[in-house]
């Protein structure tokens, strides 16, 4: 006899499970519950065992809300159910900070073989026009056939996990790919084309990753607070938490920053035998980042400083930010071990 997939579903929040009263957006329970059986409807013929977890219970929480202990939690709920064998999963989440989450699950689970599917909506179930039942069940049909990866579904497509970016605060074509293309993910020629799906494989987590996961959430919270971001604004005076491990500098075009906002860093850390790890980043989206191309105004060059400094490359923000929490909690006293393992650097200059 076949055995049942098992399919995991874990519900956070967010608009998806939000309601429309007196033309405001606010969580929802009467919403939450609808969610809930339009999810189960949509599997209850599939031959199907569903396992739902709701973390922050009923109707859960804006993902605005969430943080790094918020991601490792969900971290958590996956590993404990892929021990029990798991064939997809499909977490229902706030947009806000979907592209976040999904580039940390894309870090936790590099080579994973089944799928783990993101997906949300920008207006609620009981909005017309509303992008809920375009999003769950095409998201839902990915988890289903077996579309492997970490993804983000939106709108027919599929967004790489490590590469989504949220371009629209309302429309309901909520992301775009930094640097890489969707999938359009056509629902119908899934169904026509389906594959037997060999059974899910045993899963047993990396030690990195149980060491990880055991520790205490508020420890998360704390070690991660030793990112610091400095956003590059014409004529804004930079400042920044002196006892950083990470800084990431969101800088402008190659991966530049203003000289009197590298000469902060250079004075702010003079005399440091520990220096904290730069990541240059830009506002400019596109392409590979070069912060050594230009001289003066290059991150890169604070290297000839003793910092050690790494590009970030042509990934999302979203990524990096979710690669300086990984690195530290991976690696808390040497995280640019890390770091070098998806990103260019350190510089020599």
Same mark, same amino acid.
């Given at each position: 006899?076949?055995?049942?997939k098992r399919i995991m579903v874990i519900f956070t929040g967010g608009t998806i499970a939000s309601g429309v009263r007196n033309k405001v957006?606010? #969580?929802?329970?009467?919403?939450?519950?609808s969610l809930y059986s339009y999810v189960k409807h949509f599997f209850q013929d599939k031959d199907v065992d569903l396992i739902?977890? *709701?973390?922050?219970?009923i109707p859960g929480e804006d993902s605005s809300n969430l943080d790094p202990g918020n991601w490792v939690k969900i971290t958590s709920l996956i590993v404990k159910e892929l021990e029990y064998k798991l064939d997809g999963v499909l977490i229902l989440y706030g947009t806000d900070t979907m592209a976040y989450l999904s580039s940390w699950l894309s870090l936790c689970f590099p080579d994973i073989? @089944? #799928?783990?599917? =993101?997906?949300?909506?920008q207006l609620t179930l009981d909005y017309m026009p509303e992008d809920v039942t375009i999003n769950v069940p095409g998201a839902a049909q990915v988890v289903y056939y077996h579309f492997p990866g970490v993804w983000i579904y939106c709108n027919w497509k599929l967004f790489p996990g490590n590469r989504s970016h949220k371009a629209h605060a309302l429309h309901p074509e909520i992301f775009t790919? @930094?640097?890489? &293309?969707?999938?359009?993910?056509?629902m119908d020629w899934v169904s026509n084309n389906r594959r037997d799906i060999p059974p899910a494989p045993s899963y047993r987590p990396p030690g990195w990753l149980k060491k990880m996961l055991a520790l205490p959430l508020e420890k998360v919270r704390e070690i991660c607070k030793k990112i610091s971001w400095l956003m590059c604004l014409p004529g804004i005076e930079p400042k920044i938490d002196s006892t950083a491990k990470i800084i990431c500098i969101y800088g402008f075009g190659a991966g530049n920053a203003p000289v009197r906002v590298l000469d902060y860093l250079r004075e702010e850390f003079k005399g440091e035998k520990e220096k904290p790890c730069i990541i240059a980043c830009s506002q400019a989206e596109g392409d590979i980042k070069k912060p050594d191309y230009y001289? *003066? &105004?290059g991150i890169?060059? =604070?290297a000839q400083d003793g910092f050690k400094v790494w590009s970030q490359m042509d990934y #999302? &923000? *979203?990524f990096i930010h979710a690669l300086a929490c990984y690195a530290l909690l991976v690696d808390f006293d040497s995280p640019g071990v890390i770091l070098s393992r998806y990103i260019q650097g350190p510089f020599q200059l």
């Amino acid at each position: 006899m076949k055995e049942k997939k098992r399919i995991m579903v874990i519900f956070t929040g967010g608009t998806i499970a939000s309601g429309v009263r007196n033309k405001v957006t606010s #969580p929802s329970k009467k919403s939450f519950q609808s969610l809930y059986s339009y999810v189960k409807h949509f599997f209850q013929d599939k031959d199907v065992d569903l396992i739902c977890y *709701e973390p922050w219970g009923i109707p859960g929480e804006d993902s605005s809300n969430l943080d790094p202990g918020n991601w490792v939690k969900i971290t958590s709920l996956i590993v404990k159910e892929l021990e029990y064998k798991l064939d997809g999963v499909l977490i229902l989440y706030g947009t806000d900070t979907m592209a976040y989450l999904s580039s940390w699950l894309s870090l936790c689970f590099p080579d994973i073989s @089944i #799928p783990i599917i =993101l997906t949300g909506s920008q207006l609620t179930l009981d909005y017309m026009p509303e992008d809920v039942t375009i999003n769950v069940p095409g998201a839902a049909q990915v988890v289903y056939y077996h579309f492997p990866g970490v993804w983000i579904y939106c709108n027919w497509k599929l967004f790489p996990g490590n590469r989504s970016h949220k371009a629209h605060a309302l429309h309901p074509e909520i992301f775009t790919t @930094i640097n890489g &293309v969707p999938i359009y993910f056509n629902m119908d020629w899934v169904s026509n084309n389906r594959r037997d799906i060999p059974p899910a494989p045993s899963y047993r987590p990396p030690g990195w990753l149980k060491k990880m996961l055991a520790l205490p959430l508020e420890k998360v919270r704390e070690i991660c607070k030793k990112i610091s971001w400095l956003m590059c604004l014409p004529g804004i005076e930079p400042k920044i938490d002196s006892t950083a491990k990470i800084i990431c500098i969101y800088g402008f075009g190659a991966g530049n920053a203003p000289v009197r906002v590298l000469d902060y860093l250079r004075e702010e850390f003079k005399g440091e035998k520990e220096k904290p790890c730069i990541i240059a980043c830009s506002q400019a989206e596109g392409d590979i980042k070069k912060p050594d191309y230009y001289r *003066e &105004v290059g991150i890169a060059w =604070l290297a000839q400083d003793g910092f050690k400094v790494w590009s970030q490359m042509d990934y #999302p &923000v *979203e990524f990096i930010h979710a690669l300086a929490c990984y690195a530290l909690l991976v690696d808390f006293d040497s995280p640019g071990v890390i770091l070098s393992r998806y990103i260019q650097g350190p510089f020599q200059l």
